[in-house]
Each structure stands twice: as C-alpha cells, then as structure tokens.
C-alpha cells in the first residue's frame, strides 16, 4: 500500500477538521480552558520525547517511564510543601525532611536528580536484557513503583489524594522547559553518542564490533530519559496540585505511549506531532462523551468511549502505518520555527476568541 498517494489528502482533510473543532473548544472554553491545553501540551511534550529518546535510539521499548514521572512528582511535591501544610499532611515525615522547604528549581532539579540516580541503580542489570524482556522488566519497575507509592504513608499519604501542593507551573515556564528539552534531544540524537546508539539498536554485533559500549550507552540514555521524566512529572504535580498512585498507572502510560507511536519512534518530530494529535483528538472525543444533538439526532453520553477510540486509532495506526506519521524523518531548525509559530497563532485567535 502506497500510503502518501491512496491516503495523504484524506489525512489533510481530516486534519483540518479536527483543529476547526479543536479552535471551537478553545474559543468556547475560555482562558483558563485554553491555559490548561498549553500547558498540558508542553508536559505531554517532555513526557514523550524522554520515553522517545530512550525507545527512539535504543530499540528498547519501556513500559515503566511513567514509574520516573511518579517519582519526579512526589518527590519535588514533598521538598515544596509549605511546613504548616507539610506538618498537617505528612506529620511522620523525618526531621531532615519535615522543615525544609525549597523553592520549586531547586526541588525540580534534586527530584530530577534523584529519580535518575534511581534508574542508574535499576538500569544496570536491565541494560543487559533485550527485547521483549526490558519491556517486561520495565514494566516490573512501574508495579513495584505503584506498590511503594501506595504503602509509604510517611511519605506519599499512600492510597489518599497528595494535595496542597504549591501551583508552580505556568505556561511560560512548562513551554521553557519544553524547548529546553526538544533542543537537548536533537543535540543528542545527532551526537557522536546518538549515532552510536542508533548503530547499535539496528546491528547490536556490528556495533560491538567497532568498539561502541552497548550496555553503558543504554544505561546512560536510560538515565537521561528518567531525568526528563522526572521534569515533565514535577511540572505536572504542580500544575495538577492533587493526585494519587492511581495518577501514575497504566492509563497515563498508555497515553504517553500512544503518542510517541503515532508520531513515529526515534522521530523528535514524531514526538510533537503525536502529543499535538493526542491531545486534539483526547479534548475532543471527551467533551463528546457527555453526548450531542446534530439536528434530529441525539447520540447519549458514552462515558469512557474516548479511551475506547484512542485504543482503536493506535491499533489501526499499527497495523497500516507502524513506522508512525513521520517515521524517523526529522525536522530542520527552520521547520521546529515554522511549527511553533502555526501552533502558538492557532493558540493565539482561541484566546482572542475566548476573550
């Protein structure tokens, strides 16, 4: 099947349809319905091009990075916690930890930090597995990170809704961090050391060959990856401002997931498009969930179908286009430029509309 020829003018104009109605849901939802899809894009954004960035170039697909998202969550939450809050909620905490209070840079980095100490101590006996089993092995690691999260009251309040945590996020730091983070992954991904890794997921004996150090070069993208997680997790928690274990699961794992696949693994393009496709067709699909008159037909509130759909557009996108939207075509600077500038004016007359 020649899917450019048979199928890229109905893939236009479906586009086009889905951003028409997607402009309609921001000029109808207003500023703070427009500021919550912002932001909710760059995080979605940095969650996807670290799960990207370690699948993309390794070959080695994660099912557990949502494990670091968790992490980088609970952790910058409990160092950014006010002391009365901190005292009322979490009154077992340990004194080193119940009178601290950092501002929210210095927490995000030492949660970042943490978290990929934490995946260097895992990542040493997984980085020797292949295939299908880090998937697995992974995927362990998110368990095993839900069970901890669920049962350390100390810490985490366990099963119980974490709140009160500080509203640091806006949209102007979460989109720094966003093109922070694209930047850092076309720079590794076009290095000496993302070429080695690209060798080595393609022909792991030849690479050995030439002297390339597959295990440590896993390791570090590993690490790399769980650090950007643990960002886009910080960012999220305190957007969010209230969450639990359940926050952290197989639902946002499946949705991280679906956009690196749609858009392409191993493509920083891929990454984009994906969240932007996600994220249009999620607001979508969930405010048609509480049902719709078309004239003389009324279609009833389908509760949960917008996941249903999700689930079917990825195994379609499977089965007839697995190399994603984009492959692992990349982006020059000047189509990065020319991206953000369509997107941030579609923003702009939603927020002109909203107004």
């Known amino acids: 099947m020649n899917w450019d020829s048979k199928h890229k003018k109905t893939?236009?104009?479906?586009?086009?349809?889905?951003?028409?109605?997607?402009?309609?849901?921001?000029?109808?939802?207003?500023?703070?319905?427009?500021?919550?899809?912002?932001?909710?894009?760059?995080?979605?954004?940095?969650?996807?091009?670290?799960?990207?960035?370690?699948?993309?170039?390794?070959g080695l697909f994660s099912l557990g990075h949502v494990g670091f998202m968790a992490l980088g969550a609970y952790i910058s939450s409990i160092l950014t916690l006010p002391l009365q809050t901190k005292n009322a909620n979490l009154p077992d905490l340990p004194g080193w930890l119940a009178h601290v209070q950092l501002p929210f840079f210095p927490?995000?980095?030492?949660?970042?930090?943490?978290?990929?100490?934490?995946?260097?101590?895992?990542?040493i006996p997984l980085m020797r597995l292949i295939g299908p089993y880090v998937s697995v092995a992974t995927m362990g690691f998110l368990v095993i990170t839900q069970v901890v999260l669920t049962n350390w009251d100390t810490f985490t309040r366990g099963a119980r809704t974490f709140a009160g945590v500080p509203a640091?996020?806006?949209?102007?730091?979460?989109?720094?961090?966003?093109?922070?983070?694209?930047?850092?992954?076309?720079?590794?991904?076009?290095?000496?050391?993302?070429?080695?890794?690209?060798?080595?997921?393609?022909?792991?004996?030849?690479?050995?060959s030439i002297g390339i150090p597959i295990v440590q070069s896993r390791l570090l993208a590993f690490c790399i990856s769980a650090f950007i997680t643990a960002i886009g997790g910080a960012l999220w928690a305190h957007f969010i401002r209230a969450f639990s274990p359940k926050s952290f699961y197989f639902a946002q794992t499946f949705s991280v997931i679906t956009m690196v696949i749609i858009g392409?693994?191993?493509?920083?393009?891929?990454?984009?498009?994906?969240?932007?496709?996600?994220?249009?067709?999620?607001?979508?699909?969930?405010?048609?969930?509480?049902?719709?008159?078309?004239?003389?037909?009324?279609?009833?509130?389908?509760?949960?179908?917008?996941?249903?759909?999700?689930?079917?557009?990825?195994?379609?996108?499977?089965?007839?286009?697995?190399?994603?939207?984009?492959?692992?075509?990349?982006?020059?600077?000047?189509?990065?430029?020319?991206?953000?500038?369509?997107?941030?004016?579609?923003?702009s007359k939603g927020n002109n509309g909203g107004h």
Request: charged share 15%; aromatic share 14%; net charge positive.
């Open 11 to 58: 893939v236009y104009i479906l586009s086009a349809v889905l951003m028409v109605d997607f402009i309609y849901l921001l000029i109808s939802g207003g500023t703070d319905y427009i500021e919550r899809i912002i932001i909710g894009i760059a995080i979605n954004i940095i969650l996807a091009l670290g799960l990207n960035l370690f699948s993309g170039l390794t």
């Open 107 to 123: 927490a995000l980095i030492l949660a970042a930090l943490v978290t990929m100490g934490i995946a260097f101590l895992i990542g």
């Open 168 to 208: 640091y996020t806006s949209w102007w730091n979460a989109w720094l961090w966003a093109l922070f983070v694209l930047y850092v992954v076309l720079r590794l991904k076009f290095s000496s050391f993302g070429r080695s890794m690209r060798a080595s997921r393609d022909n792991t004996i030849a690479a050995e």
């Open 264 to 347: 392409g693994l191993g493509s920083v393009r891929g990454s984009l498009a994906g969240v932007v496709f996600v994220t249009v067709i999620s607001e979508i699909l969930r405010n048609l969930e509480r049902g719709i008159t078309l004239g003389v037909i009324t279609i009833p509130p389908m509760y949960g179908s917008s996941q249903v759909i999700m689930a079917l557009i990825l195994i379609l996108m499977i089965v007839f286009k697995p190399t994603g939207f984009f492959g692992e075509t990349e982006w020059k600077a000047r189509d990065v430029i020319r991206f953000f500038k369509g997107f941030f004016s579609i923003i």
